[in-house]
C-alpha cells in the first residue's frame, strides 16, 4: 500500500501569516501531486497541481515538490478565517488512475 | 459550465440491502471515478472507468461494482450494505484516464448511512 503522510494538526496560525502544510509520500514512482481544500460536510476542491520538482505559485497559494526527499508542501500566504478547512494532499498512483490521499491536516485561521 | 453531479445527496438504508449511487462528469470529461471517505480519514480510491471500460480498482469486496454508460455518467452499486460502508461517497471526473496529470474533479457526494 503506497502511502501519504500528513500530520492531522490542528494547525493554528493567525489572520495573515503564512500557513506551512506539509506531505510525505512513499510510492518513489509517482509524477503528480494534488492539494486539495475541504470544509466540514461538503466535498473536497482541488486548489493546486504540481509535477515538476520547485515551486508552483497560483495567487495566495505556493505549492512545492522535492521528489528526491518524498516531499510536497503547501504554503498559504495571508491567510484568512475563510482559508480554515482540512487540506488533503493527494499523489497519483503510478498506474495513472488512483488518487492516494494522506488524512489530511486541519487548519484554524484565527482572527 | 455544470460541475460534477452526483444523486441522491443523502441515503439511509439498513444492513444487507443494496444501493445504486449516480454520477455525471463534467461536460467534455470521459473518465469518471469513485472514492469512499469515512470520518477523519481521506478519501480512498473504489474504481476508475474511462471511455466506459474499468481502468482501476481499489481494495473494496466484490460487493462493491460500477458501471459507466455511453453518456460517461456512472454508477456505483453496493450489495449487502454493513454497518461499515456508511461513509460519503465522492465521484470525480477528469478529462482524460490515462495521463501524467489527471486532475480530478470532485463532485458533491453521497453521504450513506447504514443502520
Known amino acids: 500500500q503506497k502511502e501519504v503522510e500528513q500530520n492531522s494538526g490542528p494547525l493554528s496560525v493567525p489572520e495573515g501569516a503564512i500557513a506551512s502544510l506539509n506531505c510525505t509520500y512513499s510510492d518513489r514512482g509517482s509524477q503528480s501531486f494534488f492539494w486539495y481544500r475541504q470544509y466540514s460536510g461538503k466535498s473536497p476542491e482541488l486548489i493546486m497541481s504540481i509535477y515538476s520538482n520547485g515551486d508552483k505559485e497560483d495567487g495566495r497559494f505556493t505549492a512545492q515538490l522535492n521528489k528526491a526527499s518524498q516531499y510536497v508542501s503547501l504554503l498559504i500566504r495571508d491567510s484568512q478565517p475563510s482559508d480554515s478547512a482540512t487540506y488533503l494532499c493527494?499523489?497519483?498512483?503510478?498506474?495513472?488512475?488512483?488518487?492516494?490521499f494522506g488524512k489530511g491536516t486541519s487548519l484554524l485561521v484565527t482572527p | 459550465d455544470a460541475g460534477v453531479t452526483q444523486s441522491p445527496t443523502h441515503l439511509i438504508k439498513t444492513r444487507g440491502q443494496h444501493v445504486t449511487l449516480r454520477c455525471s462528469p463534467i461536460?467534455?470529461?470521459?473518465?469518471v471515478s469513485w472514492y469512499q471517505q469515512v470520518l477523519g480519514q481521506g478519501p480512498q480510491f473504489i474504481f476508475q472507468?474511462?471511455?466506459?471500460?474499468?481502468?482501476g480498482r481499489g481494495n473494496f469486496p466484490d460487493r462493491f461494482s460500477a458501471r459507466q454508460f455511453p453518456n460517461y455518467s456512472s454508477e456505483l452499486n453496493v450489495n449487502a450494505l454493513l454497518l461499515g460502508d456508511s461513509a460519503l461517497y465522492l465521484c470525480?471526473?477528469?478529462?482524460?484516464?490515462?495521463?501524467?496529470?489527471?486532475?480530478?474533479?470532485f463532485g458533491p457526494g453521497t453521504r450513506l448511512t447504514v443502520l
Open positions: 461536460s467534455g470529461h470521459k473518465s
Open positions: 472507468y474511462y471511455e466506459k471500460e474499468e481502468r
Open positions: 470525480a471526473s477528469s478529462l482524460v484516464g490515462l495521463a501524467d496529470y489527471n486532475e480530478q474533479f
Open positions: 493527494a499523489v497519483l498512483s503510478y498506474s495513472g488512475y488512483a488518487l492516494n
